[in-house]
C-alpha cells in the first residue's frame, strides 16, 4: 500500500525556518505529483505547495518567496523548505500523491507546525 511519513514538525520563532520532508514507499514515485497541503481547524485545507513530475512547482501566495518544495526521486522524498516562518502558518502539514495538478489521491499522517507570536 501507499504510505507517506512526515517528518521535521515542531515549533518555531517567527522569523524561523523548519524543513518538512516526506517519505514515500508503494508508488511509482517518479511519475506523480506531490504536494504539501495544511489545514487549520476551521479553515479550509489548502495546498500550500506542490512539484510535478517535471518539477514544475506551484506555491499559495501567501507562501509564495518563503518556501521551497523539492522533490528527490531516487530517494522517494519531497520536502518542504519553510523560511521566514510566521504565526499564520500554524497549521498540521500534510504531504500528498498529487495536488495542483490532479486531485491528491493518498495522504500522510500529518505533521503540526507551530509558529507562535
Known amino acids: 500500500q501507499v504510505q507517506l511519513a512526515e517528518s521535521g514538525g515542531g515549533l518555531v520563532q517567527p522569523g524561523g525556518s523548519l524543513r518538512l520532508s516526506c517519505a514515500a514507499s508503494?508508488?511509482?514515485?517518479?511519475?506523480?505529483?506531490m504536494g504539501w497541503y495544511r489545514q487549520v481547524p476551521g479553515k479550509q485545507r489548502e495546498l500550500v505547495a506542490a512539484i510535478t513530475a517535471s518539477s514544475r512547482t506551484n506555491y499559495a501566495a501567501s507562501v509564495t518567496g518563503r518556501f521551497t518544495i523539492s522533490r528527490d526521486n531516487a530517494k522517494n522524498t519531497v520536502d518542504l523548505q519553510m523560511n521566514g516562518l510566521k504565526p499564520e502558518d500554524t497549521a498540521v502539514y500534510y504531504c500528498t500523491v498529487g495536488g495542483w495538478t490532479r486531485e491528491p489521491t493518498n495522504w500522510g499522517q500529518g505533521t503540526q507546525v507551530t509558529v507562535p507570536s
Open positions: 508503494g508508488i511509482r514515485f517518479s511519475i506523480y505529483t
